[in-house]
């Protein structure tokens, strides 16, 4: 891919023949390797170089036309800005995305840290030989059936007509294991682990290896439950999913649309345990793929989305923030259109809780190690799920695998049931958390 600058000069030219004004880029390129193994055999070995560019033109009206583009070479990027600005006549009128009033502002020092990517020879080597010895850890470990090792090199940058410009470059590794046992006279039992570092040479591959065969062991010796009201234990991985599944909560598109469960009026309401707070944390210094500029170009940042059970921000594109009278956070996707994500959690306790708890002495807890069917099992816009659910029932401190069990609950009484939020925190693909105790969680099994 060009350089940002040579990007820029050769749009402003283009932009200056086609008498357009004002525009701008954001543009991605992605440099991916990747391998998976079967049974000490090479599976799938993958190389791709893949690059998307939104282009967006606005005309004398002042209404936008948005195009995309693999092809950021000057022929590419003339062609993208006269579609976009053809597209422009048919743009809407009401509420039309402008620029972030914060797309020239600095953004966070972060060093870009591209590593150099290790031979695709070197990823199946260690990848087989980890295959292997999770297999050799237990002899009812029957195979590794989905597994992956991959690294991957992302370069960044926006840039406008009113002299915006900005890039950015990072690379990460990531490996993950998911095991399957096979035993007589029992169910096939599987469980999974991630790990994501910088690059291959920290990755934490035992780290990974050792989990999964852990979690997987864990589960060999299974009984049904009785369904009933539990104290429920969510690991890291779970409450991310929930908090993920609702994430319309905090999203402020989905609220200006009616399509969440908060009011722009939410905002200083308590909706959750004062135990608990949430930030969306793009700059978490664990956040190995760290943005420091989202979609508009505007600087991501530290957000407090719940702040010792108050809701206390939303995320914001700058139509959304301009729309509520405040702030973009760094949140936006453009596209046909600007759209609101989170970027990275991070979970932290809240006020101090006057009891703690351990899984240590625990008694009949559940601890709900992953949960499933998200797509299915979530009604985002009632606040409602009911997901099958991977965990142990914990008795006196002895972890009991659970076999084929469903969680049900609704996400807002999840929140105001907490009753405890462990100090010591788990980095996952969606961000930071411990572990969050709730109480009275209803769970359906035998």
């Not at 283009?14 to 000490?40: H, N, P, W």
């Not at 606005?58 to 800005?81: F, H, Q, R, Y």
């Not at 369904?227 to 929930?242: I, N, P, Q």
């Amino acid at each position: 891919m060009p350089n940002t600058k040579e990007i820029a000069s050769y749009a402003e030219t283009s932009a200056r023949q086609l008498k357009i004004k004002k525009y701008d880029i954001y543009g991605s390129a992605v440099d991916e390797t990747s391998v998976k193994v079967d049974q000490g055999e090479p599976k799938q070995v993958k190389a791709s170089n893949r690059s998307s560019v939104i282009v967006r033109v606005w005309n004398e009206d002042n209404t936008m036309g948005v195009t995309s583009t693999t092809s950021v070479d000057p022929n590419g990027i003339e062609l993208a800005l006269k579609t976009a600005y053809e597209a422009s006549f048919f743009g809407v009128k009401e509420n039309t995305p402008d620029f972030s009033p914060e797309s020239g502002a600095p953004t966070a020092d972060i060093p870009n840290d591209k590593a150099p990517q290790a031979p695709v020879s070197q990823l199946i080597e260690k990848l087989i030989v980890t295959e292997k010895e999770l297999i050799a850890a237990h002899p009812a470990i029957k195979g590794v059936p989905y597994n992956g090792l991959s690294q991957r090199d992302i370069d960044r940058f926006y840039l406008n007509s009113e002299g915006a410009l900005r890039d950015e470059a990072r690379s990460y590794a990531s490996i993950y294991l998911y095991s399957k046992t096979e035993e007589e006279g029992k169910k096939p039992r599987s469980a999974g682990a991630f790990k994501i570092s910088r690059d291959l040479e920290h990755l934490d591959i035992d780290g990974c290896l050792q989990e999964a065969a852990e979690k997987t062991i864990s589960h060999l010796n299974y009984q049904k439950i009785k369904t009933g009201k539990y104290r429920v234990v969510f690991s890291a991985e779970a409450f991310l999913s929930l908090l993920g599944a609702f994430s319309n909560l905090f999203n402020a598109q989905s609220i200006l649309d009616k399509q969440s469960l908060s009011t722009p009026e939410s905002l200083g309401e308590q909706i959750a345990s004062p135990l608990i707070s949430v930030y969306d944390d793009a700059l978490h210094p664990d956040n190995i793929s760290a943005e420091t500029f989202d979609g508009e170009g505007t600087p991501t940042r530290r957000v407090p989305l719940i702040t010792d059970g108050v809701l206390t921000s939303f995320l914001h594109s700058s139509g959304t923030a301009k729309r509520l009278n405040t702030q973009p956070t760094g949140n936006a996707n453009i596209g046909a259109k600007v759209t609101v994500s989170p970027n990275f959690y991070h979970v932290i306790s809240g006020t101090s809780a006057e009891q703690s708890y351990s899984l240590d002495d625990a008694d009949k807890v559940i601890l709900v190690d992953e949960l499933t069917a998200l797509h299915a099992g979530v009604n985002a816009l009632q606040g409602s799920f009911s997901l099958p659910f991977d965990g142990w029932l914990v008795e006196k401190g002895k972890k009991t695998s659970i076999d084929s069990a469903t969680i049900a609950g609704d996400f807002l009484e999840v929140l105001k049931s907490i009753i405890f939020v462990e100090q010591e925190a788990e980095l996952t693909p969606g961000g930071v958390c411990p572990r969050v105790w709730v109480e009275g969680l209803s769970v359906t099994g035998e």
